[in-house]
């Protein structure tokens, strides 16, 4: 089965950047639409955004917009997110997986990886 291992997180203070990285083991990503999904503390996971597997299109929820970038590396198996304009209520733990068009996670692609944590001070 494929393996997902998020990094990149970390402590930053509102308007600072960080950029998270999503490596798969085990099968290529290069077919599949790909995304990001967070889930804040008492929270559900949510949908983050996404990007295609062809021209690469890419899909954001409105709160990210203009702030987020996800991007893909096929060569290297790796789907990115760079975070510009951090805000506290981006708080949470970030994790990437194969994305169905309703933008929920494929989880008979892969299991949830362990995440990455990401904590944006006011």
């Known amino acids: 089965q494929v393996q997902l291992v998020e990094s990149g997180g970390g402590l930053v203070q509102a308007g600072g950047s960080l950029r998270l990285s999503c490596a798969a083991s085990g099968r290529s990503i290069s077919g599949e639409r790909m995304g990001w999904f967070r889930q804040a503390p008492g929270k559900q996971r949510e949908f983050v955004a996404a990007?295609?597997?062809?021209?690469?299109?890419?899909y954001y929820i409105d709160s990210v917009k203009g702030r987020f970038t996800i991007s893909r590396d096929n060569a290297k198996n790796t789907v990115n997110l760079q975070m510009n304009n951090l805000k506290p209520e981006d708080t949470a733990v970030y994790y990437c997986?194969?994305?169905?068009?309703?933008?929920?996670?494929?989880?008979?692609?892969?299991?949830w990886g362990q995440g990455t944590q990401v904590t944006v001070s006011s």
């Open positions: 990007i295609s597997w062809g021209i690469g299109s890419t």
């Open positions: 997986n194969a994305v169905l068009p309703n933008r929920t996670a494929r989880l008979d692609f892969a299991a």
